[in-house]
Nanobody
Framework: QVQLVESGGGLVQAGGSLRLSCAASGRTFSSYAAGWFRQAPGKEREFLAAVKWSGTSTYYADSVKGRFTISRDNAANTVYLQMNSLKPEDTAVYYC????????????????WGQGTQVTVSS
């Protein structure tokens, strides 16, 4: 089992930045790929970014490429999502997820999820 806890969400003005953190505990987190997703009210959960277990490979959705950066610190069992140039349409609950093996863009392929953290971007 892997337990994930997100933090770092909040209210920010358009154009601002936030850094989300996802702290993992349980099994050896460094063996798991990690991803960030978000879900706005009335919408499906959306893939944002993923990182390989080693941190050497990342992948981004087009909607956030160039604005968001995913990274991980396996020594600290933490995955980060740096979000810059935030827009009102980025408002959502943000979730981190983990899966054993390679990263995936499909939410159904992730085995472990955090409880989510709210990000609200005002115009």
């Amino acid at each position: 089992q892997v337990q994930l806890v997100e933090s770092g969400g909040g209210l920010v003005q358009a154009g601002g930045s936030l850094r989300l953190s996802c702290a993992a505990s349980g099994r050896t987190f460094s063996s798991y790929a990690a991803g960030w997703f978000r879900q706005a009210p009335g919408k499906e959960r959306e893939f944002l970014a993923a990182v390989k277990w080693s941190g050497t490979s990342t992948y981004y959705a087009d909607s956030v490429k160039g604005r968001f950066t995913i990274s991980r610190d396996n020594a600290a069992n933490t995955v980060y999502l740096q979000m810059n140039s935030l827009k009102p349409e980025d408002t959502a609950v943000y979730y981190c997820a983990a899966r054993y093996g390679t990263w995936e863009t499909r939410a159904t392929q992730y085995h472990y999820w955090g409880q989510g953290t709210q990000v609200t971007v005002s115009s």
